[in-house]
């Protein structure tokens, strides 16, 4: 997740253009004697300041359209990925975020492509180059054995994982390209088809919907999976082995799918009911359902998390409690209809699904929000929950338990500012106000400021932004 020096230096010599660093998806200019002088580049990041690497700068993507074989044996994934997108200005080369796995060919808007490779960087070329505010479509045909994220200071391996009857895919924070090319940021969301070859045998469960029914041939058979809504890089999942299913309906009538290996087998009923139990008591809380469907699966890998993938939560190796499946479906609303711009905003998504953890417990009458809030405010002044200002995320720690836990906190403490009524109206509206949208911190002050009609600048100072245990 670091400034990877290597990346621009290796970049610079493949293409012979002058690189700089990203700030705010900034057009890198093209140096003198590129192909196209007056055209320009993509900023090699989107402009997350925290991230400079990732993402890319210079367009937008609508859609991902994925087809991937993937043999659990061999561990060999064959790709093609389709990505529609528009320019946000004059494209004579831009990036795709892909690591460890080998490209053969490219193609943008039907024409062969030149592209060359460095680290998790895809640099490409167009044949002509792009206007301003164009649309276009890449194709990349790619394979290889994919390797997943080894990062111990976040949530540890993440990405495309193999296990031995196919694959656990969960992707938080970066992990996406390590399976498909993408423009890998969170700040741009985008629609997606998945067409996923497996052997016979095996399921291959993605986000969304599954189009038609499998069909089988040669041995191999193929599922196809839509997610119209959009959706960030790292939701993506295409969650691969033996499972055994539940579908069916919410009470409130939400489309519900659960799935579990079947050494998970005593869980799938509870998945299933109480996935569908949350869900419709969420649409009650934080406004109507962002989505076509619910449910969760759990995969027998033991990945020590669980991932908010779009409409299909996934478990890694053990069956949740109410507790965990609150969080997670919480954040279809909270990281998933609503995603982050920045990655230091990233209590949006982990201190509301922890208060929504509280708030489920006050719903089942286990505990009430207060008293939980107490509990974790009696924590020492020394206590490195204090250290750690929430609202700042930090690149090397994200998942830290300050932003979870005292993102929770902020919360309850405003809840107790402005009163129960506005709090509510306040988590209804900012769902509604942002729906499939991005959003900040500031975004959230400011609409918390307009329904309450009070200056909390002291408080989310003291709780989202200062390293100190506010009174």
């Given at each position: ?15 012979s253009m002058l690189a700089c660093a990203p700030s705010e998806g900034a057009i890198v200019p093209a140096a003198s004697g590129s192909r196209q002088p007056n055209a320009s580049m993509g ?267 779009q409409t299909k939560p996934l478990y890694g190796g053990f069956a949740p409690d109410q507790s965990i499946i609150a969080h997670e479906l919480a954040h279809q609303w909270f990281g998933d ?135």
């Amino acid at each position: 997740m670091g400034f990877d020096q290597r990346v621009v230096a290796s970049l610079v010599a493949l293409l012979s253009m002058l690189a700089c660093a990203p700030s705010e998806g900034a057009i890198v200019p093209a140096a003198s004697g590129s192909r196209q002088p007056n055209a320009s580049m993509g900023a090699p990041g989107i402009g997350d300041p925290d991230f400079p690497f990732d993402g890319n700068g210079g367009y937008d993507v609508s859609h991902y359209g994925l087809a991937i074989g993937y043999t659990p044996s061999s561990k060999h994934l064959d790709g093609v990925a389709t990505i529609n997108a528009t320019t946000t200005q004059p494209l004579s080369r831009f990036n795709l975020d892909l690591s460890g796995l080998e490209v053969s060919d490219v193609t943008v808007n039907g024409e062969k492509a030149i592209f060359s490779r460095t680290g998790s960087e895809l640099s490409v070329l167009p044949a002509t180059p792009l206007g301003d505010k164009a649309a276009f479509a890449v194709k990349v045909t790619y394979a290889g054995v994919p390797k997943p994220v080894k990062d111990s200071s976040n949530l540890g391996t993440f990405g495309f994982i193999p296990t031995p009857d196919g694959a656990f895919v969960a992707c938080e924070p970066d992990g996406a390209k390590t399976w498909y090319p993408a423009n890998d940021h969170p700040a741009d969301k985008a629609s997606y088809d998945f067409t996923i070859t497996v052997p016979e045998g095996v399921t291959a469960l993605a986000n969304g919907e599954q189009v038609g029914e499998p069909t089988t041939a040669d041995g191999k058979t193929t599922f196809r999976w839509r997610e119209k809504h959009p959706m960030v890089s790292y939701l993506a999942t295409a969650t691969i082995g033996k499972f055994e299913l539940h579908k069916g309906r919410t009470p409130g009538g939400i489309p519900n799918f659960a799935a579990v290996d079947p050494k998970h087998r005593g869980s799938l009923n509870n998945l299933f009911n109480v996935s569908g139990e949350v869900t419709d008591y969420w649409s009650k809380i934080f406004g109507p359902y962002p989505f076509s469907s619910t449910g969760g699966m759990i995969d027998d890998f033991a990945a020590g998390y669980a991932l908010e993938n779009q409409t299909k939560p996934l478990y890694g190796g053990f069956a949740p409690d109410q507790s965990i499946i609150a969080h997670e479906l919480a954040h279809q609303w909270f990281g998933d209809s609503l995603s982050i711009k920045r990655w230091r905003d990233l209590w949006l998504n982990e201190g509301f699904a922890t208060y929504a953890e509280w708030l489920w417990a006050e719903h089942k009458g286990t505990n009430t929000a207060d008293q939980l809030f107490q509990t974790f405010h009696a924590r020492p002044a020394s206590d490195p929950i204090w250290k750690y200002p929430p609202g700042r995320a930090q690149a090397r720690d994200l998942f830290n338990d300050s932003v979870y836990t005292r993102g929770g906190m902020t919360l309850h403490a405003l809840r107790k500012a402005i009163g129960d009524e506005t709090f509510f109206k306040l988590l209804k509206t900012w769902t509604a106000d942002h729906k499939y949208g991005s959003v900040t911190t500031e975004e959230f002050i400011a609409l918390a400021e307009k329904l309450s009609g009070k200056d909390l600048t002291s408080l989310f100072n003291a709780w989202l932004f200062t390293a100190a245990k506010p009174d």
